[in-house]
């Protein structure tokens, strides 16, 4: 079992900065791969980054790459998502969420799921 809980969200200006953080519990944090996913209003909750249980790999959505970055500690057992020149549409709720399958983008094949974090970019 892992529990998950994000903090860091909140309102930014377009171009903006924020970094997101997950707090997990629960003995086998290490062996998860991790993954954030947003949702929209309106929309469906869709992938934004995942790394796996090491964290030499990660994979990032064609819209956030280059401008996010997924990373995680293993000792403290957090996860972090560092989302620079944050645009409009980066709007959304955002989950992290915890698979025991290698890094993955499908929402189906992550088990446990925090309870989101909103983040609102403004113009």
């Known amino acids: 079992q892992v529990q998950l809980v994000e903090s860091g969200g909140g309102l930014v200006q377009v171009g903006g900065s924020l970094r997101l953080s997950c707090a997990a519990s629960g003995r086998t944090f290490g062996s998860y791969t991790m993954g954030w996913f947003r949702q929209a209003p309106g929309k469906e909750r869709e992938f934004v980054a995942t790394?796996?249980?090491?964290?030499?790999?990660?994979y990032y959505a064609d819209s956030v790459k280059g401008r996010f970055t997924i990373s995680r500690d293993n000792a403290k057992k957090m996860v972090y998502l560092q989302m620079n020149s944050l645009k409009p549409e980066d709007t959304a709720v955002y989950y992290c969420?915890?698979?025991?399958?290698?890094?993955?983008?499908?929402?189906?094949?992550?088990?446990?799921w925090g309870q989101g974090t909103q983040v609102t970019v403004s113009s």
């Open positions: 790394i796996s249980w090491s964290g030499g790999r990660s």
């Open positions: 969420a915890a698979s025991d399958r290698v890094p993955t983008a499908t929402t189906a094949e992550y088990d446990y």
